[in-house]
């Protein structure tokens, strides 16, 4: 059940500046001609000469750059001299592998300014997808990582560890040349974690699992796809805070499109790489395989024709070429190498080292400043007719304003949002999660979350006559494992009415999962569709098991609210009526819905409602309760509701007890205080006690 309505909030706005190219810190250089709306583009140069040598003494005078046939004035030059890839480097050092008790989160530490840590050295990050690859490959992917480090590993050489595993891109190591560290962290990583995001097939190679139905995957595949690819532009942007020469070394076992329908997301992953300055260097993990014409022993029999046909091994083959396929372009669009067929998976690593010599770095602010998301062509070129190869990107895509934003862009944005390991806080999310118990097993959980409302009156200033709210969330387990998700929308049209009052009020939307007792993580998203600000909410939170809540009152949430609210007069509804979960959701009652007041900030010319559960499964007959609502001020009592003695409800195999207080605030002063709900059961000599801090406001 998932609708929105209008409610009480605060609202802050915060903006951010955008860099095109390859992302450099504003003190890098000059910061004093950094413009608002000014687009830094970032060259990396490898100039050579016919033995293939590096070229070095030359200064920014001894080029030229143009963008779309227009010179540039070059503002950013500087020469990253780099020593040859060597073969069997010394370890440098006793080796001191430990294994973590925990990988800790890290991330890509920005250039700062006058900062030489990443100077004269070559960045390659090792990215593993954990979901793209089984046990047998995992190992062969750490076991190759782990040669390179120990025996080839360069003391000009900087390695970052990232990791990708089902939800969020990890950044486990950011750049060191410390090998202990490295190989501590991947002696720690878990085989076998991130699977089961495998794609399903459904061609003629497939196995009979003997089911009699069963629902097509494509759109399940199309999904995962667009999810792998979007966590590879999630690690591209990552990297692109740093101007230096990057090479991503992607290990993976395969990488399928679904026909057309991943090509956008292919797309941006590659815009994306180049912008940042990212080579793809992709490895499949697989190795030499030899299949067998029918399969191996690791799937079924396909038991169908194309056993007898040819079509099976032709769908086998073609399935094989078309996910090595996807790995190629990755890594041709973005200059890098992609290795396949080989069991020594160090070679690629070796490859993507050795790419990366002495280079120049060229950055100039584009005189285009656009951000139509067009393509630019970039030349550069030596003055004085000097003889020598010039190796560098030929162009970028211009970022996108999101006015001009097509549809798929805008879903890519989401998926984008929700995957990044830290918040976007350009709209401001507050969220109460509550839980109720359905029968022994299961527990109904009401999300309720509260965003900004003066975007709505702002996009009617505008000229707008209708604006859209759009939310996308996940909850994971304590295994990392996605247990439910929202994708939905708000549409509302904007009277002068309405849009008058919600320059005061904000939206409140609100949702339901059914889930068992346990640790989880809930992430929610919600982004206005006429200015494409996003706002991020995360927060761990515990359904605990309350059949084994036995020394005490077993109760559920305690919901506090100052409004109910008629069902057929809520402003929103963006659910469709089959989907509607009323019948569950113990805040309806005779067709109102309490709403919880998710900031505890309450006017004293309100009342305040206060609900919850109490259980008494076990026993053979209801025990009365009796309930008390307090309110403390420090130390001292500022105020105590009437006893209330339950004895009504009861019914089912949980013997549920709701109990519900109406209280009138007049009688507080403004200020803090702390709520305190009692329940007790004098019978069987248990109590239950529940405490939140609440702000009552003239």
């Known amino acids: 059940m998932r609708s929105a309505i209008l409610s009480l909030f605060l609202w802050t706005l915060a903006a951010a500046a955008q860099q095109v190219g390859e992302n450099v810190q504003a003190g890098k250089a000059e910061t004093a001609t950094f413009t608002a709306g000014a687009q830094l583009v970032v060259e990396t140069v490898t100039v050579t000469d016919k033995k293939g040598k590096p070229v070095e003494g030359l200064t920014a005078k001894d080029f030229t750059v143009t963008e779309d046939g227009v010179p540039q004035q070059i503002r950013v030059f500087e020469y990253q001299k780099l020593t040859a890839a060597a073969a069997g480097a010394p370890p440098g050092g006793p080796e001191q592998v430990k294994v973590y008790e925990k990988l800790g989160q890290s991330r890509i530490a920005p250039e700062a300014a006058g900062d030489g840590r990443y100077k004269n050295r070559r960045l390659m990050a090792l990215y593993f997808d954990m979901t793209a690859m089984q046990q047998a490959e995992q190992i062969r992917a750490l076991a190759a990582a782990q040669k390179f480090i120990r025996g080839q590993m360069t003391p000009d050489d900087l390695f970052s560890i990232l990791r990708y595993s089902g939800g969020a891109v990890e950044v486990l190591q950011d750049f060191t040349d410390d090998r202990n560290r490295l190989l501590s962290i991947m ?412 900031t505890r900030v309450f006017s004293k010319d309100h009342n305040l409602f206060v609900y919850l559960h109490s259980y008494q499964q076990g026993t053979a007959e209801v025990q009365p309760l009796v309930a008390v609502v307090s309110f403390y001020r420090g130390q001292e009592k500022a105020f105590e509701s009437v006893p209330v003695e339950v004895t009504s409800g009861g019914t089912g195999r949980l013997k549920i007890l709701p109990i519900q207080f109406d209280v009138s605030l007049a009688q507080l002063q403004p200020g803090k205080y702390d709520c305190q709900v009692t329940v007790l059961n004098p019978a069987g000599q248990k109590a239950a006690f529940w405490q939140a801090p609440i702000l009552v406001v003239q």
């Open 187 to 598: 002696q720690t990583m878990i085989i076998g974690e991130g699977q089961g995001f495998d794609e399903s097939t459904n061609d003629a190679a497939t196995g009979d699992a003997g089911a009699a139905f069963g629902q097509d995957d494509s759109e399940f595949n199309i999904f995962n796809t667009d999810r792998q690819l979007s966590a590879l532009q999630t690690a591209a942007k990552m990297l692109g805070q740093l101007s230096a020469k990057k090479s991503l070394i992607y290990f993976s076992s395969g990488l399928r499109l679904n026909g057309m329908n991943n090509q956008a997301q292919l797309m941006a992953t590659v815009n994306s790489a180049i912008r940042s300055g990212v080579s793809f260097w992709p490895i499949d993990a697989r190795g030499l395989v030899a299949d067998a014409p029918m399969g191996d022993a690791s799937q079924s029999s396909p038991g169908n024709a194309g056993m007898y046909s040819g079509a099976g091994m032709q769908a086998n083959t073609a399935r094989f070429q078309q996910s090595q396929d996807t790995l190629y372009s990755l890594a041709a669009d973005t200059g890098g190498k992609a290795l396949f067929d080989t069991n020594d998976l160090t070679k690629g690593i070796v490859q993507a080292a050795e790419a990366i010599s002495s280079y120049y770095v060229i950055g100039y602010y584009a005189s285009n400043a656009a951000q139509d998301g067009k393509f630019r062509r970039i030349k550069i070129t030596l003055n004085n007719d000097v003889a020598a190869n010039l190796d560098y990107r030929q162009g970028y895509f211009a970022g996108k304003q999101f006015t001009k934003f097509s549809a798929a862009d805008k879903e890519r944005q989401l998926e984008d949002a929700l995957m990044l390991p830290d918040p976007i806080t350009e709209l401001t999310i507050a969220m109460e999660i509550d839980y109720f118990q359905l029968n022994r097993a299961e527990y109904y959980v009401p999300v309720v979350v509260k965003i900004p409302g003066r975007e709505l009156a702002l996009a009617k200033r505008r000229g707008a006559d209708r604006t859209v709210i759009d939310f996308i969330g996940e909850i994971k387990n304590s295994f990392g494992t996605t247990v439910m998700n929202v994708r939905d929308k708000v549409s509302a049209k904007l009277s002068e009415t309405t849009a008058a009052e919600l320059a005061k009020r904000p939206i409140v939307y609100d949702t339901g999962y059914t889930l068992l007792p346990g640790e989880y993580t809930i992430k929610f998203l919600a982004r206005d569709a006429e200015t494409g600000r996003i706002g991020t909410y995360q927060s761990k939170f515990v359904i605990p098991n309350l059949n084994k809540d036995e020394d005490r009152v077993a109760i559920s949430s305690v919901v506090l609210g100052s409004q109910r609210v008629d069902m057929k007069d809520a402003l929103y509804n963006a659910v469709k009526e089959k989907d509607r979960r009323d019948d569950v959701n113990p805040l309806v009652q005779d067709g109102q819905k309490l709403i919880p007041s998710v």
